[in-house]
């Protein structure tokens, strides 16, 4: 069965340091999203993704952030100046039609 | 704007007992309504879904209803067992559209012997 699949599964950076965190999407999907959960909170939305732009964002989602489709497969999250607030679960997420959306197994960014 | 409030966890029972995760929400108009599941390492995972008022979501045995009259889409399963152990999420999206997900903080089932 197909599946969204995300990496580094753990990643520990320092305060102020760049981080990406890559997502493989399900491969006919056409809509992409990133949610975060930081520990104890909500699931919250990040970003959506659609025909190459940004389709939604959060008030999260500031100038640190930025989102790209670099080649057909990977979507990937940048994080320029990491905080240390930025610490959580990272969860990549894709949907063929806007309709279901599956989500991968989550990277934890620890930031230092 | 929209929420999702669910109960508090953990929930703790016993294999074969009764199980209800409340789950309220507040939206304009008429959201679909969503149940995610997390087991541990795991990504979440579509659980079941309700599109419209009184429409009744159902998979693996659990069992949810869309109430408008009550913002409501309370989770149930009548017997759980040690591998329903994870955590659960409620969330609602504007309807028809390919919209974020609103999520509630989730809710940790323990299921023991």
């Known amino acids: 069965e197909p599946e969204v699949t995300q990496t580094p599964s753990h990643q520990v950076t320092q305060m102020g340091q760049e981080v990406i965190l890559r997502c493989v999407p399900i491969s006919n999907h056409l809509y992409f999203y990133w949610y975060r959960q930081i520990l104890g909170q909500k699931v919250e939305f990040l970003v959506s ?35 240390l607030e930025d610490s959580a679960m990272y969860f990549c997420a894709s949907s063929e039609r806007g309709n279901e959306q599956f989500f991968g197994p989550g990277t934890r960014l620890t930031v230092l | 704007g929209n929420s999702v409030t669910q109960m508090e966890g953990p929930v703790t029972l016993s294999e074969e007992a009764f199980l209800t995760i409340n789950c309220t929400y507040t939206a304009t108009g008429y ?9 541990p390492g ?53 309807a028809g559209t390919a919209s974020k997900l609103t999520f509630g903080t989730g809710t940790r089932l323990q299921v023991t012997l």
């Open chain 2, 31 to 39: 959201p679909s309504l969503f149940w995610y599941v997390q087991y």
């Open chain 1, 49 to 83: 993704f659609y025909n190459n732009e940004i389709s939604e964002k959060s008030e999260i989602f500031d100038d640190q952030f930025s989102v790209e489709r670099p080649d057909g497969s990977n979507f990937t999250l940048k994080i320029r100046s990491t905080k």
């Open chain 2, 42 to 94: 795991e990504g979440l995972q579509l659980l079941l879904k309700a599109t419209k008022a009184d429409d009744k979501g159902s998979n693996k045995g659990f069992e949810a209803t869309y109430r408008k009259e009550t913002t409501s889409f309370h989770l149930e399963k009548g017997s759980v067992q040690v591998s329903d152990s994870a955590v659960y999420f409620c969330a609602l999206r504007k």
